[in-house]
């Protein structure tokens, strides 16, 4: 997977993964204890930490603050693209780590010293989003300059697994300082946040500001200016420039794919036979986020993953709160089995998808059988019984195994047939455009449905269950073209 004929490339390939994987882990841990700290204050069930909820914290209140920070949060990534191309993915990275974990720290000591001030928790909740913002795009920069291109699905299809890892970091804390030592309900708050700030100052150090493409071209002959080891331009060409402003969402794993080709080297050859490296002419008539939005299918494939990303956010935010009203005993256990589920779902459905070149045909009837899945659940709350909480385990981690791998995987299924567009091809910059309208879409989508929630009471399952079939719904072209597509490869395979 890290593989490399070129000396020491491998290592590096290695570590600069362990360093962003570890990274946006850490960031992530935040969300999940947000998450578990503010399913304890809204619960309207009697509670042992009762005393330290705070009257005007209800769950209509925590909407707002959601869709503030889910709308603040994907509606940068569109516009600070820009930013990150001019100063490094780096840098642009850490900006946004660093302000993530200050803002993180200063939420939790507002709780304490003001805890009523409303206005100005929803203004640092804003600003989170903001700072948010910045740290995916830079991350996916950075692995796009030193990943291999042939390796490189395999391996975003495990990095993915780093939003699950960071849910699980931010439920330990939880559990360790708030069910085990009986810490204050916004101590994991603390805890998560300095880990960011820890990460970020460690990886001021070990992530390099280079790229494998500049790492490589250190082994040129000085002599004849070419490349030392034959294989050495297989690798160079696979590097892309570290462009950030198309990657618009956390788990937007093929979206940078199509700013590749716009950085990627041409080889040619000098009269002596040696590979050299000579840009491509750059490509014409690129169209806007407007025009973007007539392109076939677009609209259909926006709504797609829009229904599917409101369920994953609706799961991520609102899951602790809707177990502690079940009166559930361990409730951040249950709520990383849905973490565990999505690890395996994810790099399952990923290898699955790169063995047998589909996804669409795998990807929608396993969205389905999730929403019978997420159905059960909501059913279990007519069960009165001990029994009952190991149901929820298991269904909680079928949920995670299901909904969540398909998460992980359906951004780039639609990245990958909306490039197949006739109307698109030979045209990388409009591919990039259309993807951004199709993830920034989602992301909006996600952040209103936030607002609904609180009126759905106990019902948010099967909520979730109705957006998971309407997505379903919507990939059904996607379903057909990726069957053409295989027809049309079987017919000429008979041809040949």
């Given amino acids: 997977m890290f593989n490399s004929q070129v000396p020491g490339l491998k290592t590096?390939?290695?570590?600069?993964?362990?360093?962003?994987?570890?990274?946006?882990?850490?960031?992530?841990?935040?969300?999940?204890?947000?998450?578990?700290?503010?399913?304890?204050?809204?619960?309207?069930?009697d509670h042992k930490y009762d005393d330290q909820k705070i009257d005007d914290f209800d769950k209509n209140y925590l909407a707002d603050v959601n869709f503030a920070f889910l709308f603040t949060y994907g509606s940068s990534m569109l516009f600070l693209g820009q930013i990150g191309d001019r100063i490094g993915p780096k840098r642009f990275m850490l900006i946004g780590t660093f302000m993530t974990g200050i803002i993180q720290?200063?939420?939790?000591?507002?709780?304490?010293?003001?805890?009523?001030?409303?206005?100005?928790?929803?203004?640092?909740?804003?600003?989170?989003?903001?700072?948010?913002?910045?740290?995916?795009?830079?991350?996916?920069?950075?692995?796009?300059?030193?990943?291999?291109?042939?390796?490189?699905?395999i391996v975003m299809g495990y990095f993915t697994a780093c939003t699950n890892i960071g849910n699980i970091f931010g439920d330990l804390f939880a559990q360790i300082l708030i069910e085990q030592f009986n810490f204050r309900?916004?101590?994991?708050?603390?805890?998560?946040?300095?880990g960011v700030i820890l990460m970020s100052i460690i990886n001021i150090f070990t992530i390099p500001t280079d790229s494998a493409?500049?790492?490589?071209?250190?082994?040129?002959?000085?002599?004849?200016k070419s490349l030392v080891y034959k294989q050495a331009h297989a690798e160079y060409l696979s590097r892309a420039g570290s462009r950030t402003g198309s990657v618009v969402s956390n788990q937007d794993l093929d979206i940078s794919k199509s700013n590749i080709d716009q950085s990627l080297l041409t080889v040619a050859r000098n009269t002596i036979g040696e590979p050299q490296l000579q840009p491509k002419q750059p490509k014409k008539d690129s169209i806007?986020?407007?025009?973007?939005?007539?392109?076939?299918?677009?609209?259909?494939?926006?709504?797609?993953?829009?229904?599917?990303?409101?369920?994953?956010?609706?799961?991520?935010?609102?899951?602790?709160?809707?177990?502690?009203?079940?009166?559930?005993k361990h409730?951040?256990?249950?709520?990383?089995?849905?973490?565990?589920?999505?690890?395996?779902?994810?790099?399952?459905?990923?290898?699955?998808?790169?063995?047998?070149?589909?996804?669409?045909?795998?990807?929608?009837p396993i969205l389905w059988i999730g929403t019978v899945v997420m159905i059960c659940i909501d059913q279990l709350q007519k069960i009165q019984s001990h029994n009952s909480d190991y149901l929820y385990y298991i269904l909680v981690f079928?949920?995670?195994?299901?909904?969540?791998?398909?998460?992980?995987?359906?951004?780039?299924?639609?990245?990958?047939e909306l490039s197949n567009m006739k109307e698109l091809k030979g045209n990388k910059k409009s591919t990039a455009t259309v993807t951004s309208v199709v993830m920034g879409y989602g992301a909006t989508f996600a952040a209103l449905n936030q607002l609904i929630v609180p009126q759905l009471e106990k019902k948010i399952f099967l909520y979730c269950g109705l957006n998971a079939i309407i997505a379903g719904m919507f990939l059904i072209p996607l379903i057909i073209n990726e069957y053409k597509r295989l027809r049309e490869?079987?017919?000429n395979v008979v041809d040949q």
């Fill in 213 to 224: 493409k500049e790492y490589i071209a250190s082994f040129r002959n000085p002599h004849t």
């Fill in 12 to 45: 590096k390939r290695i570590y600069v993964f362990l360093c962003c994987f570890l990274q946006y882990a850490m960031l992530h841990s935040c969300r999940s204890t947000w998450s578990y700290t503010t399913g304890i204050l809204t619960s309207k069930e």
């Fill in 288 to 328: 806007n986020m407007f025009s973007a939005w007539k392109l076939p299918n677009v609209a259909l494939y926006a709504f797609a993953f829009g229904c599917i990303k409101a369920v994953f956010y609706i799961l991520a935010f609102w899951l602790p709160n809707y177990l502690n009203d079940q009166h559930l």
């Fill in 331 to 364: 409730v951040s256990l249950i709520t990383q089995m849905i973490e565990w589920g999505t690890i395996p779902g994810g790099i399952l459905i990923c290898y699955a998808g790169v063995y047998w070149n589909i996804r669409a045909i795998l990807i929608v």
């Fill in 185 to 194: 309900v916004i101590s994991p708050i603390y805890v998560a946040a300095i």
């Fill in 398 to 416: 079928l949920t995670g195994l299901l909904i969540g791998g398909v998460y992980n995987n359906i951004s780039g299924a639609i990245v990958i």
């Fill in 105 to 153: 720290f200063l939420i939790a000591v507002l709780f304490e010293v003001e805890r009523h001030n409303r206005w100005l928790v929803l203004m640092l909740m804003i600003l989170n989003g903001v700072a948010q913002a910045p740290v995916w795009p830079g991350l996916m920069a950075i692995m796009n300059n030193w990943q291999s291109k042939p390796k490189k699905v």
């Fill in 489 to 491: 490869k079987k017919r």
